[in-house]
């Protein structure tokens, strides 16, 4: 009778073995394979790595129905995004619940609503990220800088940065911080208008995050504006171009060292318009640089 070799085998759907043909390459022993790596059964080399997970990112388990598991983390939310919802009058199929079943979720709602900040700080870090929020919305800002000024805020609640200093103040500097920090042209007075508090509070927010948390802020320079300030007017591409020029020009230069850099921009778009005859007035460009027809005289006598 011939004797035959019993292996004592489990079963695991992750897990495949390896073809003859795709033995170790050490002491060509068995080769298994499963969801992260390739690995040999007898002297444990890893073959091959796979850590992409090339399956679908929603589970069935209906035929018809594909669920998937909620929205990602996010740092715009005080409790990353994993807060709970209560439904009112249709339960998840749709269906109409019944008036004893709705007053039970209504006194859920209440409860839960009571329950959902576990401390004042959790409170004012809640109300801080719903500022940031409305101001980035407000300003049109991408969600990449929403989700930099929410964690800049989280870094000023966690360092006591807001003691003595009001929830909205700190949530202006923070957006204002993340649009310095990614180099965009973004007036301090701008933010601070639709922050609906006065600049120079924001402005004081701003200095101590600068120095307390040591922001890689760059300087402001006109050139940096120009392109907006010349959509605000309409200006021709022309124009643009060459106020561009004239601003890179004065800030090669030195002039622009110590100025209002949105008005700076505006005197030379100003300047721009007078050479290619597109008479563009002192008030219209005063007025988009959120600067007084003064300043446009003052620098257009420096670009002279």
Known sequence: MATRDIYETTFDEDVQAGSSANQCPECNGRVTTNAVETVCEECGLVVDEQRIDHGPEW?????????????????ARH???????????????????????????ARMRREQSRGRFQSKAERNLAHGLGEVRRIVSALELSEAIRDQACQ?????????????????????????????????????????????????????????????LGLPAEPVSPSMFVPRLASDLECPDETRQRARTLAEQAEERGVTTGVHPAGFAAACLYKAGQEQGKWVTQSDVAAVGNVTPTTIRTHHETLD
């Open 79 to 105: 409790d990353r995004g994993l807060s709970t919802e209560i439904g009112r009058r249709t339960d998840a199929n749709g269906n109409t619940l019944s008036g004893q079943k709705r007053r039970r979720l």
């Open 59 to 75: 589970r069935a388990f209906d035929e018809d129905e594909r669920e998937r598991t909620g929205a990602p983390l996010t740092a």
């Open 152 to 212: 800049l805020f989280r870094s000023a609640q966690n360092e006591d940065l807001l003691r003595g200093r009001s929830i909205e103040a700190i949530a202006a500097a923070s957006v204002y911080g993340a649009c310095r920090c990614n180099g965009l042209s973004r007036l301090l007075d701008e933010v601070s208008e639709m922050a609906r508090v006065e600049e120079s509070r924001v402005a004081n927010a701003y200095k101590t995050l600068n120095e307390e």
